[in-house]
């Protein structure tokens, strides 16, 4: 089952914040966060462990809750670099499928 | 390293007619999978392996065939093309116990 994202697309001016929230009704174990830019791959961002851990990359942070089945993506004082679709991709009990929300689209204005 | 590497990356079909898209990997990786991206549908998972000889279904398996002979190449084939079908294929892998997948440059498919 498709984990859900929120918001479907945000817009922001540059320097400004933005989180993207990811959701599951079944268990979660871990999360993936990955961005795309318009007509290229998908690209690992991180991955969040149980334990509640919280990661960075950059001005790229994320939470995970696994008790209330949820993650977390925060992008600080964006940059025009961030432009993009994040996805949130959740693993199974056996950590082999990966299964992908629909996306967040980020805009990001200068 | 190449990483993940798909063939063909533009391919138009007519309905009805039989491909197959190709992928490989050169980085040893247990885990592959087949991902379809369509406007507002996020990538939707279709088949994956966790090993040579092992393979499953994911999302959206129908009118696709997978088989995964050796660790390196895992090919998608489509039985009979239909533009349902129209789509960019994500080809990825990765290595057991780690999370990141690479992807694949992508691959797309216009079924007429």
């Known amino acids: 089952q498709q984990p859900v994202q929120s918001p479907q697309a945000v817009i922001l001016r540059e320097g400004e914040d933005a989180v993207i929230n990811c959701s599951s009704s079944k268990a979660l174990y871990s999360v993936h966060w990955y961005r795309q830019k318009h007509g290229e791959a998908p690209v690992f961002l991180m991955i969040l462990l149980k334990g509640g851990e919280q990661k960075g990359h950059d001005k790229i942070s994320a939470s995970f809750n696994e008790k209330k089945q949820q993650s977390s993506l925060y992008l600080t004082a964006s940059q025009l670099s961030y432009s993009g679709t994040y996805f949130c991709g959740t693993p199974g009990p056996r950590d082999d499928k990966i299964i992908f929300g629909k996306g967040t689209r980020l805009h990001i204005l200068p | 390293n190449a990483g993940v590497t798909q063939t063909p990356k533009f391919q138009v079909l007519k309905t009805g007619q039989s491909m197959t898209l190709q992928c490989a990997q050169d980085m040893n990786h247990e885990y592959m999978s087949w991902y379809r991206q369509d406007p507002g549908m996020g990538l939707r998972l279709i088949h994956y392996s966790v090993g040579a000889g092992i393979t499953d279904q994911g999302e959206v398996p129908n009118g696709y065939n997978v088989s995964r002979s050796t660790t390196e190449d895992f090919p998608l084939r489509l039985l009979s093309a239909a533009p349902s079908q129209t789509s960019v294929y994500f080809c990825?892998?990765?290595?057991?116990?780690?999370?990141?997948?690479?992807f694949g440059e992508g691959s797309r498919l216009t079924v007429l």
């Open positions: 990825a892998s990765r290595a057991r116990g780690t999370g990141e997948l690479f």
